[in-house]
């Protein structure tokens, strides 16, 4: 299957919603919704769409591509490139106690602006309407605070990559695996925006419910979403809670509870991701789930690149972070779904190739090696398993989008 423009993988249902596409596009001609029961995706205002593909090219949705190196090691089949794993906290109490899981994401960048000087950072929050996101670029510890914490429904923090690259200084940017890979196929078409990106954190990520999924959570709670203000999906503790308030009252249900009622809300695409753990990015950040729950917020901190380590060692020098080193065993241990999903992955696409259906190229994964690690049962479950949600689930068509 060609892909002409994004309309293409979206209605194939390849889109991840990183919202880089309405980014590449020099004439304005894509715009993002988010659709209720699927994610941000882009709508294409094709009557005079110059074929430039520069959206495709951008686009993490219809494939991911790197180097492996030669004779790659255990850790980098599972996980990527790693030069260091840690864990601990943000050492500022209220960081901590915002964050989604230790803060240190939010530590990081406050590092960044305060001590490395950059201008600011680009990273998804809260938006205009109770349920919404929108992408935001703080200046200022305020402001960086109130955006810390997961938003675990569509977020698109790639749509505003032109702020980065329209700033004095060089800046920050936060997202999840698929929106920092997108970052780095858009830095590549564009070097005004390479020259201006200072660093990136990927969070660890399952996959993105969709905005449905958030609304069936409230009123499953007995309330109404349209009702519902300031909407915490985690935070406040290890491994914390989702909250709200409506109509003045708080609302709250423990972190596990609501994480495995909107799981069942995540889009496809989400299920073909080889890269839960941000394998682009400088630095990623999760959660320990190997940790006992209870106390404090905690986190799990991967060093990808060297400019990822610096910054880390950086932070705890400098009091931001209080971590200490620990290893790729920790990090499977803390992250076995997330393994066990991109093992699984081969099987899965290998069920759409024998639909004959389109599917995303994923280069330099190994993830056939990771495949063989699997036992017989695990393997027919992954190709039959796809196979029946592709039947069931209509898979077999496209999905059509109201156009722009
Ligand atoms: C959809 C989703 C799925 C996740 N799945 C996993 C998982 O499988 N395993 C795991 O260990 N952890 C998962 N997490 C949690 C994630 O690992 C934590 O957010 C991460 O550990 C950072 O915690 P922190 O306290 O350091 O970050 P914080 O200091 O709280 O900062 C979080 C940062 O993430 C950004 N952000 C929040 N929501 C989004 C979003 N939807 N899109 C893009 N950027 C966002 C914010 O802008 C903020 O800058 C998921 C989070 C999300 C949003
Ligand atoms: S994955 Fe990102 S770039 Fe690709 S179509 Fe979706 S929003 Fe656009
Ligand atoms: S599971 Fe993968 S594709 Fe889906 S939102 Fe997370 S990083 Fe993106």
């Known amino acids: 299957m060609r892909f002409k423009t994004v309309r293409d993988v979206a209605e194939w249902r390849l889109c991840a919603g990183c919202g880089a596409c309405a980014y590449a596009c020099r004439d304005g001609k894509v715009s993002l919704k988010d659709v209720f029961d699927d994610g941000i995706r882009p ?22 591509s790197r180097p492996s190196p030669g004779g790659a090691n255990d850790t980098f089949e599972k996980w990527g490139p790693v030069l260091s794993v840690w864990e601990g906290y943000a050492v500022d109490e209220e960081v901590r106690f915002r964050g989604s899981s230790g803060g240190a994401v939010t530590a990081l960048a406050l590092y960044c602006m305060e001590g490395l000087k950059f201008g600011g950072v680009l990273h998804a929050g809260a938006g205009d309407t109770p349920l919404s996101n929108k992408t935001h670029y703080s200046v200022t ?16 923090p790639c749509d505003s990559l032109g702020l980065i690259e329209s700033a004095k200084t060089k800046s920050l940017f936060i997202g999840k695996p698929c929106d920092v890979a997108a970052l780095q196929k858009a830095a590549g078409i564009r070097p005004a925006l390479k020259e201006k990106v200072g660093a990136s954190i990927a969070i660890f990520c399952a996959g993105t419910p969709s905005t449905k999924g958030t609304a069936e959570l409230i009123k499953g709670l007995g309330a109404e979403s349209t009702d519902a203000r300031e909407i915490r999906y985690k935070g406040r503790g290890w491994p914390g809670v989702f909250s709200a308030r409506v109509k003045g009252a708080p609302l709250e249900v423990s972190y596990r509870e609501a994480w495995s009622f909107l799981q069942r809300y995540r889009p496809y695409r989400c299920h073909l991701c080889p890269d839960g753990t941000g394998e682009f990015a400088d630095i990623s950040c999760g959660d320990p789930w190997h940790r006992e729950e209870g106390g404090a917020g905690l986190s799990i901190v991967v060093a990808r690149t060297w400019r990822g380590q610096e910054i880390v060692e950086g932070a705890i020098r400098a009091g931001y972070l209080k971590l200490s080193r620990s290893d790729g065993e920790a990090l499977e241990a803390a992250q076995r779904n997330l393994l066990e999903k991109k093992s699984a992955l081969w099987g899965r696409l290998l069920a759409f190739r024998l639909f004959f259906l389109p599917s995303p190229a994923f280069n330099g994964f190994l993830l056939r090696r990771l495949w063989r690690t699997l036992g017989t049962k695990e393997k027919l479950r992954a190709v039959l398993g796809t196979a029946r949600r592709i039947a069931r689930r209509g898979y077999l068509r496209r999905k059509s989008f109201i156009s722009a």
């Open 43 to 64: 709508f294409v205002a094709d009557d005079d769409c110059r074929d430039c593909a520069d959206c495709l090219q951008v686009c993490p949705g219809i494939g991911l």
């Open 141 to 156: 510890r305020t402001e960086l605070l109130s955006r810390a914490g997961s938003r675990y429904s569509p977020a698109s």
